[in-house]
């Protein structure tokens, strides 16, 4: 089986700090992602990368930024947390080949509450 | 710009009721529409996906209806049980593309009542 992990399943941090988020997955995808999820708002892509180094913009990007420096791995960083980042991050992995075509795994998420 | 539309926000059926969830896409590029589940304090899990080739796939009590010309496509889970509920959500995606992005609507919380 897939499986995305998660550095933490809880964190709570203070207005200004520096909050990294791991991520790691076990199926040499090709594919990483971050998201935030929001009631009312769904999945909301921050970033995303397609290979080592290699990263892209999602949706909104703005306070974050993203590492990957092994297949495995992908961190997504807060540099100087806020309020409104309070939320639910999850991270994905996926392949863009036959037959999982664009299907993404999902790890199970970390709250994240800045104070 | 919201790629995908998803309709209702929130659901509440009866045990053995029919639940109906509704997407709509205008990127007449997007060629796989899977929809994802998502029970509380889990990751969304793929649940079913169709492809543009067909307009109906099945899966036990969970089916795909796919309509191209109007761009729209709907899950619906029949004989419904307390344990779907959860959230939904569709997405969209051009396999073509090498990023491999989905384009997900906003969720919709389904609650089936006993």
């Known amino acids: ?115 | 710009q919201q790629q995908v539309k998803q309709s209702p926000q929130s659901l509440i059926v009866q045990k053995g009721g029919i639940s109906i969830i509704n997407c709509a896409y205008e990127n007449t590029a997007f060629d796989y529409f899977p929809w994802y589940q998502q029970f509380p304090g889990k990751g969304p899990a793929l649940l079913i996906a169709i492809r543009p080739d067909v307009s109906e796939k099945k899966e036990g009590r969970f089916t795909i209806s796919f309509n191209k010309s109007a761009k729209q496509f709907s899950l619906h889970i029949m004989d419904s049980q307390p344990g779907d509920s959860a959230t939904y959500f569709c997405a969209a995606s051009d396999r073509g593309s090498t990023l491999g992005r989905l384009y997900f609507g906003r969720g919709t919380q389904l609650t089936v009542w006993p």
């Open chain 1, 1 to 115: 089986d897939v499986k995305v992990t998660q550095s933490s399943r809880y964190l709570v941090k203070r207005t200004g700090e520096k909050v990294f988020l791991e991520c790691v997955q076990d199926m040499d995808h090709e594919n990483m992602f971050w998201y935030r999820q929001d009631p009312g708002l769904g999945l909301r892509l921050i970033y995303f990368s397609y290979d080592v180094k290699m990263k892209e913009k999602g949706d909104i990007p703005e306070g974050y930024s993203v590492s990957r420096e092994k297949k495995e791995r992908f961190s997504l960083i807060l540099e100087s947390a806020s309020t409104n980042q309070t939320s639910m991050y999850l991270c994905a992995s996926g392949l863009t080949s036959r037959p999982s075509y664009n299907e993404q795994f999902f790890g199970p998420g970390t709250r994240l509450t800045v104070l």
